[in-house]
């Protein structure tokens, strides 16, 4: 059995459903005497389709069972039956994931929104019976088709998460713990390093129903950019976060220094990506109710001149400023700010038209004042007539 680690890339088979023959049958009947060709067509192969979820946020089922292959369609039958049509195989990808062709290189999808589905091999039609065949001078024709090849190619997956914020830090800093507190996703949390070893989303919802998509992602050791430990390979999940977000732990357990752990984990990024190093970032300390916190908060300060937000997970103060201060940095739209942003207008601005042609300053409270168009009255029993 393959050993679990972390799986971000996989190679795969796919291939669809190869279509069924088409039937060469006469219709045999008692007192039918020329009963013609009645031999139907095959049925069409079934597709390969990856499908986007919510649910998935791993590749590692591909990964330990990398073919896939839809069921093929069935043959045609006499009494010009259609062939059974062969079924799709619907694989479940999570959000974030590229197709690419493994031996093209092409990008074939980027899978990003909830509930896309892309075909990526697509069955073989069904062939034609020799029903088809039938003609003024050709009345019992035994000639019938074949059905469709299947499709078959080598696809890699890769996934890029796709989140509002990522969380960075050393292994056992708290990320999961701090994703379980803010979000319902329930990442394993252990006091060992590297607990998480797949990448993470959960959902900070806001009271008025604004949500951020929160990642965690598996710690960094020092030297990951030359490939320490995982290296830097999980960091492009961080890639499509708009904020980065610095989970230090205060308590500095197993005599750890937070601000050397701030400014090693900078320099990774650094080494890593430019771009990366220069989006917006949020610091986080956490394990604010250990003793030695406060201490190491004031150290931190001074040493590195940055104030992180406080908080702890296990007593749950601080959280509500991290989520405001994340909140303002992510910016997230909400439902009311759609639906009320454009009704913002004060009505007593409105100049008053009555009985004039509609000056052009007053247009911009068209829409405010747009009416619900009546519904037509109906009766039931009376099929909609007046
Ligand atoms: N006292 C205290 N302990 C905490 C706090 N937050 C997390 N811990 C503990 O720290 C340990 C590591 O927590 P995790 O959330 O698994 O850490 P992580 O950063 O996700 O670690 P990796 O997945 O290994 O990178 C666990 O034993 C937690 O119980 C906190 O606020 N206070
Ligand atoms: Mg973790």
């Known amino acids: 059995m393959k050993a679990k680690t972390f799986i971000d890339q996989v190679v795969v088979q796919v291939r669809s459903g190869r279509g069924g023959d088409g039937s060469m049958s006469f219709r045999r009947e008692a007192l039918v005497e020329f009963g013609g060709p009645d031999g139907g067509d095959g049925g069409r192969g079934g597709d390969v389709v990856f499908k986007a979820s919510e ?39 999570p959000l974030g994931t590229e197709v690419y062709d493994e031996d093209t290189g092409l990008l074939v999808a980027d899978i990003t929104e909830p509930g896309q589905a892309v075909i990526v091999a697509k069955g073989g039609a069904g062939g034609f019976g020799n029903v088809h065949f039938k003609s003024s ?13 299947p499709e ?77 430990g995982l290296g830097l390979a999980f960091l492009k999940h961080l890639e499509r976060s708009k904020v980065l977000v610095y989970v230090l732990d205060m308590a500095g357990t197993d005599g750890r220094e937070p601000w050397r752990d701030y400014e090693i984990l900078k320099k990774e990024i650094d080494e890593y990506s430019v771009e990366l190093a220069e989006r917006p970032m949020l610091v986080v300390a956490n394990k604010m109710d250990v003793e030695a916190s406060r201490e190491n908060f004031e150290r931190f300060v001074r040493e590195t001149g940055v104030r992180p937000i406080p908080v702890s997970c296990s007593t749950r103060e601080g959280l509500d400023e991290f989520k405001t201060a994340l909140r ?19 009505l007593s601005e409105m100049p008053d038209t009555t009985g004039e042609e509609i000056p052009a300053e007053a247009l911009k409270f068209a829409t405010f004042l747009k009416l619900e168009k009546p519904k037509a009255k109906s009766h039931p029993s009376r099929g909609n007539i007046h």
């Open 137 to 149: 001078v050709n009345q019992a024709p035994t000639e019938h088709t074949p059905g469709g090849e």
């Open 152 to 228: 078959e190619r080598r696809l890699r997956l890769e996934l890029k998460t796709i989140a509002d914020a990522g969380f960075l830090g050393f292994p056992n800093a708290g990320k999961s713990s701090l994703l379980t507190v803010l979000s319902s996703a329930t990442p394993k949390i252990a006091s060992y390093p590297f607990t998480t070893l797949n990448p993470m989303v959960g959902t900070v919802v806001y009271d008025d129903w604004a949500k951020i998509a929160l990642a965690d992602v598996p710690g960094i050791i020092e030297g990951a950019a030359r490939g320490v």
């Open 328 to 346: 303002e940095v992510v910016k997230p739209k909400t439902k009311f700010h759609h639906a009320h942003a454009e009704r913002a207008l004060d």
């Open 55 to 93: 649910h998935v946020n791993s590749l590692l089922s591909l990964y330990y069972d990398p073919k896939c292959f839809a069921q093929d369609g069935g043959p045609g039958q006499s009494q010009k039956m259609f062939g059974k049509r062969g079924k799709d195989l619907v694989i479940p990808v």
